[in-house]
């Protein structure tokens, strides 16, 4: 193109302003705290291990741009901090404080002169594809043992409404007292226990609820551990009879690895734990020479955190946990110093749990608890005052516990466990 460009609402005459984000020229990714930012450039910001502030250029000519992008999902915990270096942002001064702090945010801003300065022209959220939640719509219940009587390998799949079926007869070693986790997003695994001596055996569910054949174990054989997806797609066995505090990762794969070194938080047992905020987890309550109401964040990288802060809520063990509305979760059931209890603790997407919800239900404790529906769940089986049962309580979306189903097809059993697929 020949002839002399003019003043345009990009830029001054002679130059043409990119596309809006299209020309930019994108630099390294930045991890530091500080940042001088030059028109032109965009820049991935990594706030993983701190927040950032940047420095904008204190020149500006009408049409400059620049764009800013949460590398790691990560502002809504460490956030940035823009300092607009003597020139307005949004027609404001640089007294005021500009903060971006949501996970996933695209800022693209463009300076359009004196009076408005620098303005976004994108400051938005952007969707994680392939999102880090996979709902499910199936579970799970499985193994267990009936009071003077037998230890189980019996399943009962989950309907995508809640419907429980009757007992599928059992695969791999019959045993109590173990632990299930979904792993790869739509399959689940079932792994270690009591049979009749204690087994680190594995066996994994597929996304159609088939349950394989026994896998020899990785790790120290425990019972009464707890387990749960982390990542969205790994999951975790965790704690154990002992008690012990060490923790074995699951692979997108389904494979255990060994032994962590001893995970940071009380050995205990007895425990409940689950997924929250679709990629974190959390382990809570359990035994260890008395009843605990502690619990312990596992982040989307599979570390567990030191003890939080006595939990609020009831100590107790030996109750059930579960996901719900996509990004929270619920303790429900469980057995106190003195008795059996229904009551139930909601946990926040931020991993905070709540004070004690009046239980509904049957108080019972060793049930099992898996989601369904892709984000409602379900509490069943146990063992009650008056011995083993088969009922069961939904939860709905909203982290509402509903009163007893009519008896459960399945046979009624207690130190059982659930996972959820697909």
Not at 59 to 65: H, M, Q, T, V, Y
Not at 304 to 309: F, H, I, L, P
Request: glycine share 16%.
């Amino acid at each position: 193109m020949s002839g002399t460009i003019g003043d345009n609402v990009y830029r001054a005459s002679g130059v043409i302003a990119s596309a809006a984000g299209g020309g930019l020229d994108w630099q390294t990714i930045v991890t530091g705290s500080t940042l001088t930012a030059v028109a032109g450039n965009g820049y991935w910001i990594d706030t993983t291990s701190n927040a950032c502030t940047i420095t904008l250029p204190d020149s500006a000519s009408d049409g400059d741009e620049i764009m800013f992008v949460d590398y790691a999902r990560n502002w809504g915990t460490n956030g940035i901090v823009i300092d607009s270096n003597g020139l307005n942002y949004q027609g404001e001064d640089d007294t005021f404080d500009v903060e971006y702090g949501t996970d996933g945010t695209s800022l693209h801003i463009v300076y359009s002169g004196a009076t408005n300065g620098w303005i976004p022209t994108l400051d938005k959220a952007v969707d994680d594809v392939p999102s880090k939640t996979f709902p499910h719509d199936n579970g799970i219940f499985g193994f267990g043992y009936v009071h003077h009587g037998a230890i189980q390998s019996i399943t009962n799949l989950v309907s995508n409404v809640g419907v429980v079926s009757s007992d599928v007869a059992g695969v791999g070693d019959a045993r109590r007292d173990l632990a299930a986790c979904s792993y790869g997003g739509d399959k689940g695994i079932f792994g270690f226990g009591y049979s009749p001596a204690t087994v680190s055996t594995t066996n994994l569910v597929s996304n159609a609820g088939v349950v394989s054949s026994d896998v020899a174990g990785v790790g120290t054989a425990r019972y009464s551990l707890m387990a749960c997806s982390y990542g969205g797609d790994k999951g975790i066995f965790g704690f154990g009879n002992g008690p012990v505090s060490l923790t074995n990762l699951v692979s997108n794969a389904g494979v255990v690895a060994s032994d962590q070194a001893a995970s940071t938080g009380t050995a205990r047992y007895s425990g409940m734990a689950c997924p929250y905020d679709g990629d974190k987890a959390i382990f809570g309550y359990g035994y260890t020479d008395t009843y605990v109401s502690m619990s312990n964040l596992v982040s989307n990288a599979g570390v567990v955190a030191s003890d939080q802060a006595a939990t609020t809520g009831s100590a107790r063990k030996g109750g059930g946990a579960i996901t719900y509305g996509g990004d929270k979760a619920i303790f429900g059931f469980g057995h106190d110093s003195s008795s059996r209890v229904s009551i139930t603790n909601l946990v926040s997407n931020t991993g905070v749990v709540a004070a004690d919800t009046a239980g509904v239900g049957t108080a019972r404790y060793m049930l099992g608890a898996c989601e369904y529906g892709q984000d409602k769940g379900i509490f069943g089986y146990g063992h009650s005052s008056g011995g083993d049962v088969s009922i069961t309580n939904l939860v709905s979306n909203a982290g509402v516990v509903a009163s007893d189903q009519a008896a459960t097809t399945g046979t009624a059993r207690h130190s059982i466990t659930a996972c959820s697929y697909n």
